[in-house]
């Protein structure tokens, strides 16, 4: 990343933006603001002063619909191009200056629109400078010929992602046979024949055509100014003239009993699946209550299919969507089975179950309207969520985001006669299609021939100059700003937080605060057990959590969920190590009796005979499958490498054939006995944040707490560091269009450790930014191996042991030039470190997020259990700020040459290229 100054020409632009017309103000709704420029710029406004951030979403009226006709993708390729300069910010310098002033930036083309989506915090100055960047998008574009091969290298990647998952390679089908290679057949991402042919005098004329200010809406959601940023829009956009816009390509009215093709078979992957998708041209007026199918045929333990298909065992598990756009209405309802479950069983209930359904009642209705109204408030509480529905709504309803309120005002006035009529006229055979997923052939799963790998060769982009690194100086007067900003906030924060002890030694830390949804979150923490008492117990664990909170004395499951959804919040449990982690929330107002429900429930859990048989048969089931994915044999085969545990133990990996026998064992007696012998542990933690009463909290906490106690011993769960020799695994997997690769390094540090600051700077500039970084440069930019990676560092709270992991779906048969490469950017930062400029960039971005996530009650709340572990407060974090702030390039690169050590990099690739592994014996 690299910092620019505003020019002086820049400079001047904002100082006369007085010239120009004020935004007009031409509708509002729900406290939404739409404005409009004078060239036809629209900008939608959604303040929420309760957020720590902006949601900006620039919308363009275009999409692949609109591709030439041969030319399916460009307007996908156009987007991808979007990041490599205009004529002010030339080549890489545009992503550079999107990641120092943004917390998040992304762009996505559909059929009918593309957007760019960037995240910034509440900064005028950063948000200034995001939208000088848009206008130039928008304007002053520079697309460039020899951009355009990586690009459609990456897209290709891209595609192949898709390829590689079952249920969109049927999705496809069902709309090629619908629509044929046209319309809504044609995929936006593109063909790869198709994106070849494309020239960039079409590009040019694309662009030039739809990126107008008159086709275009730029959506902000959260906390702004709302006058600075208008003034700020009105000066960068109100010169870009507006112009005639192509008219939008109609697409046909579908009748979906005329579909030729009605059945479609994907063998792709370990599941099996059985899906009717009903397909039909669009009609508004049974939208809201095609909307609400999903959870009512669904819903646990109410839904209509998992009744009749989970509850009697015909099948694991009921999946449900809809797809309700501009031109079309889709509800697909699915069932997920395992390979000793009657395929043709689960076929025929499952449309007897959706077509012949006993009619929804009143109940069942009110249950998924307050799920909705839920859903409503969450949304609107959020910038992101409330911002991507008004850009949505906008793109496919010509503007009219409006009626994302009026859809959920249709859906409270909905009846169940309405309801169950609309169901009966829709989801019929003449418009279901029929989908089928199963696990890949058997012949595709052996071992293929491949060519002898030649050394990774670059694609012709890297020979361009690049441009000049900018002053870091900049960046260090953001460390400067947002160290102290985190102290600011840090002791702000610090001093509402109430911690203390109840004699029983149970810890809590209290947070009275508002938090931005209206919510109060509890999170309690329960550790019990030693790794001698819990062997062959994780099972018995992962059941016991499963079912705590299914029925209760007195509360049957259905009873208990209408709570949760009455509390406007949520309740789960999870086994996680030697301990349950116990997650609760609920509206402010509700949360207290909520909370006392919730207690009284998990106190006393019946752990019914029939779930605890139904979760068990459920699980055999599931484990039920091959495990022959990339994915998974890269996953097993690495964790089967580093292993240095015994069977049985909670920290031994996961192994199919193990955790079968184990659950084959496990009875309800057992559950009942790990409950009884460790539930009521008096090793625990206690958060709660949000609107509530200290004093009767603490009250509450102490008679609800106050008396748990064990006599079994504690010990937490720890895992020493381990030195590994390097080597490289290359494992056979079944056929995909991707494989994956997986590296592990471990180094002698944990989170405390003086040198962990510097790993952490190391880890942002080898791989924090898909486009930017280190390893995105070599390993998508400019090679297009991949489309996506990960890498990232973990540091043990509690020992000095930490790990280095870099992930990767590459290209199959590409395994060893993703290794070269790999190697390649870890020894180019051991031989030359890091630069100036990268450190300080990496610094202020860090430093950024850090604040950033102090400015969130609820991720205050998530770092509080950690805090009462460790007996901490949020000043320690204080310090952590200021050793990051310090760091120098002599500090980073000192730590690079001390921990990177490729002698012990341990590396797996999987694809149909390589070797059979055998699990090891312990």
Request: hydrophobic share 35%; with cysteine; glycine share 6%.
């Amino acid at each position: 990343m690299r910092f620019k100054q505003l020019t002086l020409s820049l400079f001047f632009l904002g100082c006369s933006s007085a010239i120009f017309a004020q935004p007009v103000l031409v509708k509002t709704e729900q406290d939404i603001e739409e404005y409009k420029l004078d060239n036809g710029f629209r900008i939608i406004l959604a303040q929420n002063n309760k957020e720590n951030k902006i949601f900006m979403n620039t919308v363009y009226k275009t999409g692949s619909l609109n591709d030439p006709q041969g030319k399916g993708g460009l307007a996908h390729l156009l987007e991808h191009l979007a990041f490599k300069g205009t004529q002010n910010v030339k080549g890489d310098e545009f992503q550079r200056r999107l990641d120092q002033y943004t917390l998040m930036t992304n762009a996505s083309t559909d059929y009918y629109s593309t957007k760019y989506t960037n995240i910034v915090r509440p900064e005028q100055a950063a948000l200034n400078e995001v939208i000088h960047l848009e206008a130039e998008r928008m304007d002053k574009l520079v697309l460039q010929e020899k951009y355009v091969p990586s690009e459609i290298s990456i897209v290709k990647r891209e595609r192949e992602v898709r390829l590689d998952q079952p249920f969109a390679v049927l999705m496809d089908q069902v709309f090629k046979s619908a629509y044929g290679n046209q319309h809504l057949g044609r995929l936006p991402i593109g063909d790869l024949k198709e994106l070849q042919s494309i020239n960039m005098q079409e590009l040019n004329q694309f662009y030039r055509a739809w990126y107008a200010p008159n086709n275009a809406v730029m959506v902000l959601s959260g906390k702004f100014d709302k006058a600075a940023v208008l003034k700020q829009i009105d000066a960068q956009f109100s010169p870009i003239a507006s112009r005639a816009v192509p008219a939008q390509a109609v697409v046909p009215k579908l009748d979906g009993s005329k579909i030729k093709q009605r059945q479609f078979s994907v063998q792709k992957g370990s599941d099996f699946a059985k899906f009717n998708i009903y397909l039909n041209g669009v009609d508004q007026a049974i939208v809201p209550a095609l909307s609400v199918s999903p959870a009512l045929y669904t819903l646990q333990p109410s839904g209509h299919l998992y009744q009749s298909i989970v509850e009697t065992g015909l099948a694991t598990g009921v999946a449900a969507s809809t797809w309700l756009d501009k031109d079309f209405n889709l509800v697909f309802l699915g069932a997920v089975y395992a390979p000793n479950h009657d395929a043709a069983k689960v076929q025929a209930q499952l449309n007897q179950g959706v077509e012949q359904s006993k009619a929804f009642d009143d109940t069942e209705l009110n249950r998924v309207k307050s799920m909705t109204r839920n859903q409503a408030d969450s949304i609107k509480n959020n910038a992101a969520a409330l911002g991507s529905r008004l850009s949505d709504y906008y793109a496919a309803y010509n503007g009219d985001w409006t009626r994302y309120f009026k859809d959920l005002e249709d859906i409270q006035k909905l009846t169940p006669a309405e309801v169950n009529q609309t169901y009966k006229a829709f989801l019929k055979p003449e418009y279901r299609i029929s989908g089928n997923i199963l696990p890949t052939p058997e012949d595709q799963k052996k071992a293929m021939e491949q060519k002898k790998a030649q050394p990774a060769k670059t694609l012709g982009q890297q020979d361009a100059a690049e441009e000049p690194l900018k002053d870091a100086s900049a960046y260090k007067e953001e460390v400067k700003q947002y160290v102290q900003q985190s102290k600011t906030y840090l002791e702000q924060k610090e001093k509402q937080i109430q911690r203390g002890k109840l004699k029983n030694g149970i810890q809590y830390a209290l947070y009275p605060t508002t938090t931005r949804d209206d919510k109060t979150y509890a999170s309690i923490a329960l550790d019990f057990g030693t790794a001698e008492s819990l062997m062959n117990k994780d099972v018995t664990l992962d059941l016991t959590a499963y079912l705590l909170f299914r029925a209760s004395e007195g509360k049957s499951l259905q009873q208990i969920a209408d709570k949760i959804i009455e509390s406007g919040g949520s309740a789960s449990v999870s086994a996680s190590g030697n301990g349950f982690t116990i997650q609760i929330s609920a509206k402010k107002d509700k949360f207290e009796e909520f909370f006392k429900y919730f207690l009284e429930a998990v106190k006393t859990p019946v752990f019914e005979q029939a779930q605890f048989d139904l979760i068990k048969s459920q699980s055999l089931s599931s484990l039920d499958r091959p495990y022959t994915e990339p994915d998974t044999v890269a996953a097993l085969n690495m964790a089967r490498l580093i292993e240095t545990h015994q069977p049985g133990d909670l920290r031994y990996h996961f192994e199919p054939e193990l955790v079968k026998k184990q659950y084959q064992a496990a009875t309800r007696e057992q559950v009942q006995q790990l409950y009884q012998q460790f539930f009521k542990t008096n090793h625990g933690q206690i958060a709660i944040t949000g609107d509530f009463d200290a004093k009767k909290i603490q009250k509450l906490l102490k008679s609800e707490f106050g008396s748990w106690t064990t006599a079994e011993p504690y010990e937490r769960l720890s895992d020493d560091y381990t030195a590994y020799s390097g080597q490289k695994v290359h494992a056979l997997s079944e056929q995909r269009e991707f494989g994956s690769y997986q590296a592990l390094l471990t180094v002698p540090v944990g989170s405390d450790h003086p040198d962990m600051p510097a790993l952490q700077i190391f880890r942002h500039i080898l791989g924090d930014s898909q486009l930017s970084s280190r390893l995105a440069q070599e390993l998508r930019e400019k090679n297009a191996l991949v489309y996506g990676f990960g890498a990232n560092m973990n540091f043990d709270s509690w020992t000095d042991s930490g790990a280095l992991m870099i992930s990767a779906n590459y290209t199959a048969g590409k395994s060893a030039q993703v290794s070269q490469t790999v190697h390649k950017v870890l020894q180019a930062l051991l031989d030359k470190g890091v630069t100036e400029q990268e450190l300080e960039s990496a610094k202020a971005s860090m430093l950024k997020k850090r604040v950033t996530a102090l400015e969130d009650e609820r991720r205050i709340h998530s770092m509080l259990i950690p805090q009462l572990e460790k007996g901490r407060d949020l000043l320690d974090r204080e310090k952590r700020d200021q050793d990051i702030a310090k760091l120098t390039k002599a500090d980073v690169d000192a730590a690079i040459k001390k921990y990177i050590r490729l002698d012990q990099l341990v590396e797996v690739m999987a694809d149909q290229y390589g070797k059979a592994q055998t699990p090891n014996k312990k």
